[in-house]
């Protein structure tokens, strides 16, 4: 996991600045109806105090089939219940190892995949079973930013064409007509609108992702969930459209949930971030608390790792280097209790037998841990270590 350390100004000024630049981003596409046919429903605006993205006990278990007759023998589960909210203006970080389930979750949540349990409440509107009727008008509020730009966009349609898709599907039209909006959009980030009738394979990958992110941004959605926006992008490109990122939110008033595994694009665009680990959230608070004082072992751990460019402070020793043990369990086969027990150097016999719940602690942390760093309010009851009792 690449990133930068916490002492250092990640991406650029956090004051947001312009994107600018030659070359622009990475990945992005339309989200897709749902599967199933439904009533049509009518979103109302949140209530203030209430968030305009609910999630709870939310679950996507992939089955797993064998023989001639699709047997069911297991599942992957690939998000085993998931609880937090989005309020209104905010950007929400979602950080964790490769497979922990992030893209998964941000597919849920527009409902490109139908959830196999729970809940998920947009503007007070209960979304997680709604068929393609239903959906419809959601599709204008919530969008998708995709993480690979060139299988994302239709290679034998023109960039005025893969724009102007949203407003051909609901039926809009915007004052001046489609044409001009969809010019006005690739100015918005960053592009000419002599681009208009140019193919994709015409532009760098950078650019490319800002065509996606214009997409996205066609019908003033209110949500935009982004997967990776710019994992595939050269670093001076990733600042770019970061800052992109930025200046639309403070333009248009967007909600974003972001997921990456970049800690340092996820420091520098998030109010709050959740780390997830194996299907579940492990901790969620503010950006600052996170960095600052982190309270899940797996939190450290991945914090820990965060390269120190400095080589006079490297030398100088200052932070502990957590190397953890193994490998992460399969989704097939997750662990009893703490899923991190296996990996932990805190963990205990409760932790191989109960699993912990995701509670809010007195610092403001939401952890799922019996024995979380930096709180003297939860101290260990079992106080034998596993490795201790192993080694025995």
Same mark, same amino acid.
């Given at each position: 996991?690449?990133?930068?350390?916490?002492?250092?100004?990640?991406?650029?000024?956090?004051?947001?600045?312009?994107?600018?630049?030659?070359?622009?981003?990475?990945?992005?596409?339309?989200?897709?109806?749902?599967?199933?046919?439904?009533?049509?429903?009518?979103?109302?605006?949140?209530?203030?105090?209430?968030?305009?993205?609910?999630?709870?006990?939310? &679950?996507?278990?992939?089955?797993?089939?064998? =023989?001639?007759? !699709?047997?069911? *023998?297991?599942?992957? @589960?690939? %998000?085993? +219940? /998931?609880?937090?909210?989005?309020?209104?203006?905010?950007?929400?970080?979602?950080?964790?190892?490769?497979?922990?389930?992030?893209?998964?979750?941000?597919?849920?949540?527009?409902?490109?995949?139908?959830?196999?349990?729970?809940?998920?409440?947009?503007?007070?509107?209960?979304?997680?079973?709604?068929?393609?009727?239903?959906?419809?008008?959601?599709?204008?509020?919530?969008?998708?930013?995709?993480?690979?730009?060139?299988?994302?966009?239709?290679?034998?349609?023109?960039?005025?064409?893969?724009?102007?898709?949203?407003? &051909?599907?609901?039926?809009?039209?915007?004052? =001046?007509?489609? !044409?001009?909006? *969809?010019?006005?959009? @690739?100015? %918005?980030? +960053? /592009?000419?609108?002599?681009?208009?009738?140019?193919?994709?394979?015409?532009?760098?990958?950078?650019?490319?992702?800002?065509?996606g992110i214009a997409r996205a941004l066609a019908l003033n959605p209110k949500l935009v969930v982004a997967d990776e926006p710019v994992s595939a992008l050269d670093v001076s490109i990733q600042a770019q459209v970061v800052n992109l990122l930025d200046d639309l939110q403070a333009e248009l008033g967007l909600t974003y949930v972001i997921i990456a595994h970049d800690l340092s694009v996820i420091r520098h665009v998030s109010d709050r971030i959740a780390v997830m680990y194996l299907g579940k959230v492990v901790e969620l608070t503010d950006r600052q608390s996170l960095y600052d004082r982190p309270m899940h072992p797996y939190t450290r751990a991945l914090l820990s790792a965060v390269p120190v460019p400095d080589p006079r402070r490297k030398s100088a020793g200052g932070r502990e280097r957590i190397l953890l043990q193994g490998d992460v369990p399969s989704p097939m086969n997750p662990p009893s209790g703490c899923r991190f027990h296996t990996r932990c150097w805190k963990a205990t016999e409760v932790c191989r037998t109960k699993e912990p719940p995701l509670v809010p602690l007195a610092t403001g942390h939401q952890v799922a841990c019996h024995h979380p760093e930096n709180a003297p309010d939860q101290e260990p009851g079992d106080t034998k270590l596993l490795k201790d009792l192993k080694k025995k």
């Open positions: 996991m690449s990133s930068v350390s916490e002492d250092d100004e990640p991406m650029t000024n956090p004051a947001k600045s312009p994107a600018g630049g030659s070359e622009p981003a990475a990945g992005a596409e339309q989200p897709a109806g749902a599967a199933e046919s439904g009533a049509l429903g009518t979103l109302t605006e949140p209530r203030e105090g209430e968030p305009l993205l609910k999630v709870s006990g939310l &679950k996507k278990h992939f089955p797993i089939t064998k =023989g001639l007759f !699709k047997r069911r *023998v297991g599942a992957v @589960l690939a %998000v085993d +219940g /998931l609880d937090f909210e989005v309020r209104a203006g905010e950007t929400l970080g979602v950080v964790g190892e490769s497979g922990c389930g992030k893209s998964t979750m941000g597919r849920l949540i527009t409902r490109l995949l139908e959830p196999t349990d729970g809940k998920i409440e947009f503007e007070g509107k209960d979304i997680t079973h709604l068929g393609v009727g239903g959906m419809r008008p959601l599709r204008r509020d919530v969008q998708m930013i995709f993480q690979d730009p060139y299988s994302s966009l239709n290679p034998r349609h023109t960039v005025g064409a893969i724009v102007s898709a949203p407003f &051909k599907l609901q039926g809009v039209v915007p004052d =001046g007509g489609v !044409k001009k909006e *969809v010019q006005r959009l @690739l100015q %918005v980030v +960053g /592009l000419s609108p002599e681009h208009y009738n140019r193919y994709p394979h015409e532009f760098s990958g950078g650019q490319r992702q800002r065509i």
